[in-house]
């Protein structure tokens, strides 16, 4: 396979978890990472199986998510990729980026771990407040 080739294949996956996303379908969304893939937001890292109570937590709208720049290093990746967030019922916006690393398995390249940062208007950077997410542990 080209890099050329390994570059669209990560981009289309990229653009399934923002597809998937905008959508609300968690178990799509799952399937773009690793089996031991992470996300990481508000102050804190969630292993997948925590994934569909976030996802069920977050807001519901569109994901635009921009070209991502990716650099590649055989069987792994790293990149970043711009995202703009437009909540559905208030068309409030976010916008940050993610921060990946990529992997390629038998089934094709997936997330290896996601990390969200927010532009907030102040101009900071940040991983989001750690109370947007309440999780539910025993």
Not at 21 to 47: E, I, K, N
Request: aromatic share 10%; net charge negative.
């Amino acid at each position: 396979m080209s890099d050329t080739d390994d570059l669209v294949e990560i981009e289309q996956l990229l653009a399934r978890y923002a597809v998937a996303m905008t959508r609300g379908d968690v178990d799509r969304v799952l399937a773009v990472f690793a089996p031991d893939g992470s996300y990481s937001a508000f102050g804190d890292t969630y292993p997948l199986d925590e994934f569909p109570a976030l996802v069920s937590a977050a807001p519901k709208g569109l994901f635009l998510a921009g070209t991502p720049v990716i650099e590649l290093d055989g069987d792994a990746a790293t990149g970043t990729q711009p995202l703009s967030f437009v909540e559905h019922s208030t068309h409030e916006m976010r916008i940050g980026y993610y921060n990946d690393t990529y992997v390629r398995t038998p089934d094709g390249w997936r997330l290896r771990t996601r990390a969200m940062t927010f532009i907030r208007r102040s101009g900071a950077h940040d991983s989001g407040r750690p109370h947007a997410f309440e999780r539910t542990r025993p």
